[in-house]
């Protein structure tokens, strides 16, 4: 049965909506009842089931990692010979094999913290990341695309060969450029619309494997 949301003194029509989304939402449910710390976190575990480059053993690092979800998935996959370090600018609650550093990835210390903390290079870089919505689709296209080419410069700087690069972005346009210069740093780049991505979102996943170093 689905939940109805009664409309309540102060809640818009479009929170309203919202939250009866929220409420009717599988992965919502399904990532209550696993524990899991949000939706997000099967996205990750089916692109990861698809394509396999978080392995054992492997170190992961997580940009914008709050709530938490995919430190979870990624703890879970690289196993307790891996390291999993979340990095956010926001306090992330503490999760079982996971590190996190309150951080600002875009720091000019940042590089030098992380690869102190992690003792040397990643195997993996992630980001789930998303600017603040402006409500204006072209503007809040630009920001997000803006946080996946910094992403991307950062774990250029910070992968070991062969490594791995997962991170949001949206369509519209912008992101063959994107695309282009991935393409020099990684053997194979591909587009990735998980089942869990909402069908009338225009959210995307670039994954790129085998970073030239």
Same mark, same amino acid.
């Given at each position: ?12 029509t479009s929170s ?16 209550? /009842?696993?524990?899991? #710390? ?7 575990? +089916? ?14 690092? /997580? ?40 951080? /600002? ?7 030098? #913290? ?22 204006? #689709? ?10 996946? +080419? ?26 063959t450029a994107l695309?282009? !210069?991935? #393409?020099?740093?990684? +053997? ?6 998980? !089942? ?18």
């Open positions: 049965m689905s939940v109805r949301v009664k409309t309540a003194k102060g809640r818009t309203k909506a919202w939250l009866q989304r929220q409420l009717n939402d599988p992965y919502v449910i399904a990532a209550k /009842d696993a524990g899991l #710390r949000s939706r997000a976190a099967f996205k990750l575990i +089916e692109i990861d089931d698809r394509y396999k480059f978080i392995k054992k053993g492997h170190k992961v690092l /997580d940009l914008g990692a709050a709530p938490g979800g995919w430190c979870q998935v990624s703890a879970q996959r690289a196993g307790p010979k891996g390291t999993v370090l979340g990095v956010d600018l926001q306090e992330v609650d503490p999760l079982p094999g996971v590190e996190l550093m309150l951080l /600002d990835f875009l720091a000019d210390d940042a590089i030098e #913290r992380i690869l102190e903390r992690l003792d040397g290079k990643v195997n993996v870089v992630l980001s789930d990341m998303a600017a603040s919505s402006s409500g204006h #689709r072209q503007t809040d296209h630009m920001k997000i695309m803006a946080l996946c +080419e910094a992403a991307l410069e950062f774990a250029c700087q910070i992968t070991e060969p062969g490594g791995a690069f997962c991170a949001k972005v949206l369509q519209g346009g912008t992101e695309l282009k !210069e991935m #393409r020099k740093h990684y +053997e194979t780049v591909r587009h990735v619309k998980p !089942e869990a991505s909402r069908k009338d979102s225009s959210e995307m996943y670039v994954l790129a494997t085998g970073f030239k170093g």
